[in-house]
């Protein structure tokens, strides 16, 4: 009997490590499951916004599908917009142009729908917010000022004067400095957040509009329009410390997560160039369609979404192999700019 009992100990001792072996490989393949469950719903909620300027609305795409789910009524003729810090809010300028709207739309993206609309200056276009969320900056061409809105309250806290005909704004990653571009001026303002008062000026290309700065916050993009060019500003100095020649009358620029490359889409040459940001030098050029002006990289970097103007379409463009992957239809009367969750 005593040869029998460490048999049937052994016995014990492997059946215990069995079935904590079993459960293990259970409690794995839920994780697993868990993970890739998490992964799906993440990239079925994962939406763009997309302002149209001729519908007076915003053409809501998921990403995952490439197909627009929602068409969201805003003010008259939007033209650019922001995402909230934490997702839950997209704030929408509307231009107006001669009908005055002057306005900016709050859509609550849980519900897809306008709970609030802001009067800012005249002609809106750029629109930022802090990267803590609690104010946004509206550039108001021609104003020639800032709003800056209270997010918490809505409401306007005060005007900064810029330069002449601003056109978009961008913060750098701590909040402490917002960078403004002025067509008409030629230059960019820099703000100090902290006393909202324009502490530099930087002399850039003809026309700059669109803008990014790097997730490092050294370096601003800025495309010059009418020079076919993109100046890069060393935030450190305020002082261009390179110029870099891209299509055709360049609008915008949006700049992946990790700060490698940055996307610029030129609407004169219906393409878009891709800036090597350690070079400074474009690597390529990815053919889109008709008169491409919004540009936004998905917050994994996988993907580029570039809206069509004329084409009334939005470009996906895969970032690893730099083609366009997808065409996305029905976005409506002139998509101006894109913004994603």
Excluded at 265 to 279: L, Y
Aim: proline share 6%; glycine share 6%.
């Amino acid at each position: 009997m005593s040869a029998n009992r460490p048999q049937a100990c052994n016995s014990k001792i492997r059946n215990r490590r069995e079935r904590q072996c079993w459960l293990w490989s259970v409690q794995c393949l839920a994780l697993l499951l868990l993970a890739a469950l998490g992964c799906v719903s993440a990239a079925a909620q994962s939406v763009a916004y997309v302002p149209t300027h001729k519908s007076n609305s915003v053409a809501v795409v998921n990403t995952a599908t490439n197909s627009v789910i929602d068409i969201i009524p805003v003010g008259i003729q939007p033209l650019s917009g922001a995402m909230s810090p934490n997702g839950q809010e997209v704030y929408v300028t509307n231009s107006g142009w001669i009908f005055g709207s002057n306005s900016v739309s709050v859509i609550n993206t849980l519900t897809n729908t306008v709970v609030a609309t802001i009067p800012v200056g005249n002609f809106p276009i750029g629109v930022a917010f802090t990267p803590n969320g609690a104010f946004a900056y509206v550039v108001n061409s021609n104003a020639n000022s800032v709003s800056v809105i209270d997010t918490a309250t809505r409401t306007v806290l005060s005007t900064i004067n810029v330069g002449a005909s601003p056109w978009g704004v961008a913060f750098t990653p701590n909040g402490a400095f917002a960078y403004v571009t002025n067509q008409s001026a030629n230059n960019v303002s820099v703000i100090d957040t902290a006393t909202k008062s324009v502490v530099a000026t930087v002399p850039v290309g003809s026309n700059p509009v669109g803008l990014a700065i790097t997730p490092d916050g050294a370096f601003a993009y800025i495309a010059n329009f009418l020079s076919n060019s993109v100046s890069v500003i060393s935030t450190a100095t305020n002082t261009v410390v390179n110029t870099i020649a891209v299509g055709a009358t360049p609008i915008t620029v949006a700049i992946t997560p990790n700060g490698a490359s940055a996307y610029v889409p030129n609407d004169g040459s219906n393409n878009v160039s891709v800036i090597n940001t350690a070079s400074n030098t474009v690597t390529a050029t990815i053919a889109v369609q008709a008169n491409p002006r919004g540009v936004a990289v998905t917050p994994d970097g996988a993907f580029a979404y570039v809206s069509n103007r004329i084409a009334n379409t939005v470009s996906v463009v895969n970032t690893a192999t730099n083609s366009v992957v997808a065409t996305v239809m029905g976005v409506a009367l002139f998509p101006e700019a894109v913004i994603i969750r």
